[in-house]
Structure formats: C-alpha cells, structure tokens
C-alpha cells in the first residue's frame, strides 16, 4: 500500500530555511505527481506546491512562490521542499501526497517564530 514519511520539520526563526522530505513507497513513484500540502491550527489542509513525475512542471501556493522550491529524486523515491525566508505565516503541518491517491503520512510540524 502507499506510505507517506515526512521529516524535516522543526522549529525556526522568520527569515530561516527548513528542507523537508518526503520518502514515498508502495507504488510506481516515478509514474506520479507528488504534491505538499500544509494544515494549519484550526484551517484546512491546503496544496503548497506540485511537481510532475519527470519534475519539469511546477506550480506553487502564490504566498510562497519565490521562497519554496519543491524537487524529486525517482531513483530514492523521494520529494523535498526547500522553504526559505520562512514566514510566521508559514507555520502548519506539512503533507507530502501521491496523486491520485488518498493516503497521508503523518505529517511534519514547522512552526516559524522568534
């Protein structure tokens, strides 16, 4: 079945850098799109940023465009985000998803504060 693992989270000053991971198994992971998505405290669980299976298209929440860069290495199975310039706004429970399907890691926490 699909397995999701994030890390990578953790806590950060504004204006700092996180990388996340994402370690997917379970399916053909160089055949899917691979998506990251965040939840915050009492909002729902939004995409951040895409990027298709050869990793030429991404696309991008517009609040994080220019800092976020998402990326993925087929031979580990595996997608990252790089954040940079973090934002308070930026904290949330961060998802990696495999489209089309539904299944959802555990998630990783990055909480951005002085």
């Known amino acids: 079945q699909v397995q999701l693992v994030e890390s990578g989270g953790g806590l950060v000053q504004p204006g700092g850098s996180l990388r996340l991971s994402c370690a997917a198994s379970?399916?053909?992971?160089?055949?899917?799109?691979m998506r990251w998505y965040r939840q915050a405290p009492g909002k729902e669980r939004i995409l951040v940023a895409l990027i298709a299976p050869t990793g030429d298209i991404t696309k991008y929440l517009d609040s994080v465009k220019g800092r976020f860069t998402i990326s993925r290495d087929n031979a580990k199975n595996m997608v990252y985000l790089q954040m940079n310039s973090l934002k308070p706004e930026d904290t949330a429970v961060y998802y990696c998803?495999?489209?089309?399907?539904?299944?959802w890691g555990q998630g990783t926490q990055v909480t951005v504060s002085a």
């Open positions: 379970g399916f053909t992971f160089s055949d899917h799109y």
């Open positions: 998803s495999a489209w089309p399907f539904t299944s």
